[in-house]
Structures are given as C-alpha cells and as structure tokens.
C-alpha cells in the first residue's frame, strides 16, 4: 500500500526506537510509525527533518504534528482494527495515515481548503482510502455518529457535550485542552448515555482550534 521510493526506512527505525524511550509501548503504535512514510507528508524541501521528532510547519501556517504527539494520541485511543474514527483538523494527512495502516476506518475533515485538497490527492496517490470532508470539525459529524474514537490534532478551549455525545457507548475521544500556549492532553470515555470519565495526560502545544466550538481567531 504505502510503498518507501525514499530510502528512509533506517531512520523511521531510530524514531521508533526514540519513541520507545519516550513511553510509547503499544506494538500496534510502534509498527505504524515504521510503516507510514512521513517524507511523504512533509514539505518537499525539508525531507531531512522528516524523521525528527519534531513538529513542522506545512501550508496555510499549520503544522503536521510531532511524532511522540502523533503516537501518545493514537496510543491512548487504543485503535482497534474495524473502529470508526474521526479525525478533526487532517493537516498533512500523517495522522490519518497512522489510524489507517492500524485498520481503522478514518473520517478525517479539515477546516483550510487547501490542505483538505493537498491530503485527499495524497491519499488517493498512496491507494489510502481514508474519507475527507472538508468543512467546520469542532462541531464533529453528527451526521455520521456515533464514532468509536475521536481524535482533535488542535488546541480547544473546552470539551464540549456536541463533541462528546457523538461517541459510541465505550468510545474514547482524545483532545489537548487548554489555553493558546499550552494544553492538557484529555481522554474522554463514554462509559453510558451521560456517564464519561476523563484523564489527563501531561502538557502539549498545538494550533488552535478554529470553527463554531473553538478559538475566535
Ligand atoms: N493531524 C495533522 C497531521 O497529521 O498533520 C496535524 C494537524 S495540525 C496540528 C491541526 C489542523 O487542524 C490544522 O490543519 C488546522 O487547519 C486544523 N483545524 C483547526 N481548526 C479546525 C476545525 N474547526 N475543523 C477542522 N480542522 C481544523
């Protein structure tokens, strides 16, 4: 599917292993980083930084995330083979990748109309067949709901009961919660009709959720 012209598959070995040492643990995790090319993701003149562990920026002043982000969140959703995911803010498209070489079925919707193009071109290119929409994603996709995982890859200022009622009984939503300069990282589970429990794993900084639910910016 995802097939490496690039010779880099070395250095995603490293990223893995520095992933490791960071406290990422689940094999599922692990084995999507060694498979999904990143070079593929990033911007053409900087492919030397492409197995950095390190955010960077892509068009439209965004940012495709840093590996450990990418990993933490994919290891707290517990991806399983067959789940229905959506994603909120597509960006490079890396993320969706991930969730989809773990078997996941990816709805991914992006709020910059030129990155929303640039992925869904990507995608067809690498035969990944992942759903774009292109449109406003703090309100999630009623329309689509329930999810059994929802993942937000930008800052919110709160979580709200829009978002978190789209989630199958026992789905998880992970999302980085907190003001513009730093964020929670929070996992919501849905254990019943209105019965959610939720944790907090350390501190993140990410781009700002815009839309209906998110920073007016
Ligand atoms: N998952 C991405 C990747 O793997 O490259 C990283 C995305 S970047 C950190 C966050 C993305 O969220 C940006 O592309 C941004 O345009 C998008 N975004 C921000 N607010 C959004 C919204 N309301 N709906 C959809 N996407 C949004």
Redesign the pocket.
């Known amino acids: 599917m995802l097939q490496d012209t690039y010779k880099l598959k070395g250095k995603r070995a490293q990223l893995v292993s520095e992933l490791k040492s960071l406290g990422i643990h689940a094999p599922n995790v692990l084995r999507a980083v060694d498979a999904v090319p990143r070079h593929f ?1 990033f911007p053409k003149d900087f492919l030397d930084k492409a197995y950095e562990n390190i ?1 960077f920026p ?1 068009e ?1 002043g ?4 840093q590996p450990f982000t ?1 990993a933490m969140q994919t290891q707290l959703l517990d991806i399983k083979p067959g789940d229905k995911v959506l ?10 990748a991930i969730l989809k070489v773990m078997g996941a079925n990816v709805y991914s ?4 109309e030129r ?1 929303h193009q640039t992925a869904k071109m990507l995608f067809r290119k690498l035969g990944l067949d992942i759903a774009t929409i292109y ?4 309100k999630g996709l009623p329309e689509l709901a329930p999810f059994d995982k929802i993942i937000l ?2 800052a919110a200022p709160q979580l709200v009961t829009s978002l978190t009622a789209q989630l199958q009984i026992g789905g998880k939503l992970v999302a980085p919660v907190g003001d513009l300069a730093v964020q929670k990282m929070i996992l919501v589970t849905r254990n019943g009709d209105n019965e959610y429990t939720e944790s907090s794993h350390g501190d993140f900084n ?6 209906s639910n ?1 920073w007016a910016i």
């Open positions: 993701f955010a892509i439209g965004q940012t495709i995330s990418v994603e909120i803010g597509t960006g490079s498209g890396y993320q969706s919707i992006e709020t910059v990155l449109g406003d994603g703090s890859t930008a990410f781009v700002p959720l815009t839309g998110g």
